[in-house]
């Protein structure tokens, strides 16, 4: 856009419509922030529960909500795992609540522990969704919407051996949980999983158990802005947070990208860099944190209509 026209387009916003902001929420998403805040997050280290880097992110996830103006909430708890008792912290942090106690609410949401392996870092598979929600947060503070919007920040996502059974999704099965017995959970429209959603070769799965239905606004959101080629040109079906959900009954979709790197029987099924120690910064991508980023707030604007 050139700096005449987007004049324009900012005159015409401010006064056709004098008390909204002149960006709409998708163009309020900063790619470069978004990337700051993995880096910064990678930086803090291992992140699993209980570890000093795990206490520096929920420390920074509760600094962006607060300056960003959003109701926080907790969700904690005591899970039962291999390893023993467990301290899981799930943060929720809530924007435009209204006093419509039928009000419809959207949630974006991502786990932002990481794997029990010594040096793993996770700065796609747990930074890179820690960080693209809280880049959500900034463009959602002072936004005036329709719906409320949730970012959940989920806690022992990962599995403690493997996902087997009961092991793993601990946070996300508790949320869940709380919300279909309260009854929020039919007033859930929408809910979208990230997960490693920031490497350099971007290609968001079509995730089978997930909502047909919200995958095709994901893919109007995506196609309206250019990045059609990015998201849906495979399917496969993954065990993530957003099982817990679907149970629960609400519409939900994992916005994942299972293929990175190299691919074939001598490496991890979702790629070489999956759940090893070469997960660094060095693999993530500031332009796929901006095309799922982008993507997926005007995927809220259009369902917020
Ligand atoms: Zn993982």
């Known amino acids: 856009m050139s700096f ?7 005159l015409f916003a401010v006064s056709a419509r004098p008390d909204t902001l002149a960006a709409s929420l998708h163009e309020r998403f900063n790619s470069q922030q978004a990337y700051a805040y993995t880096a910064q997050i990678a930086g ?61 609410i959207l949630i974006l949401a991502g786990h932002y522990d990481t794997l029990f392996q010594p040096g793993f870092i996770g700065a796609n598979d747990g930074g890179s969704s820690t960080a693209i929600l809280l880049a959500f947060a900034d463009a959602f503070a002072g936004q005036k919407m329709g719906m409320q919007t949730w970012l959940v920040w989920t806690d022992l996502e990962e599995a403690i051996n493997s996902f087997t059974g009961d092991d793993g999704l ?33 290609g968001v799965a079509r ?26 040109q495979y399917d496969v079906g993954i065990i993530d947070d957003h099982v817990p959900f679907i149970q629960a009954g609400i519409p939900a979709v994992d916005v994942v990208d299972a293929r ?44 917020d209509k």
């Open 4 to 10: 005449k026209l987007g004049l324009i387009a900012i």
């Open 44 to 104: 803090f280290g291992e992140r699993w529960p209980g570890s000093p880097g795990h206490k520096k992110t929920e420390d920074l996830i509760h600094q962006v909500l607060q300056k960003d103006g959003a109701r926080i909430e907790a969700d904690d708890f005591t899970a039962r795992t291999p390893r023993g008792p467990i301290a899981v912290h799930n943060i929720i942090g809530k924007f435009n609540v209204s006093t419509d106690p039928k009000q419809g």
């Open 170 to 202: 601990y946070g996300s099965r508790h949320l869940a949980q709380k919300l279909a017995s309260n009854g929020t959970s039919s007033r859930v429209r929408g809910f979208f999983l990230l997960d490693m959603i920031g490497d350099k070769q971007l």
């Open 207 to 232: 995730e089978t158990e997930s909502n047909r239905q919200l995958q095709e606004v994901i893919a109007r959101a995506a196609g309206q802005l250019g990045y059609g080629q990015y998201f849906f």
């Open 260 to 303: 990175y790197g190299r691919m074939g029987p001598t490496f991890d099924s979702m790629g070489e860099f999956h759940h090893a120690n070469t997960d660094t910064i060095d693999k993530v991508s500031q332009h796929s944190l901006e095309v799922v980023g982008k993507g997926m707030l005007l995927t809220v604007e259009l369902l």
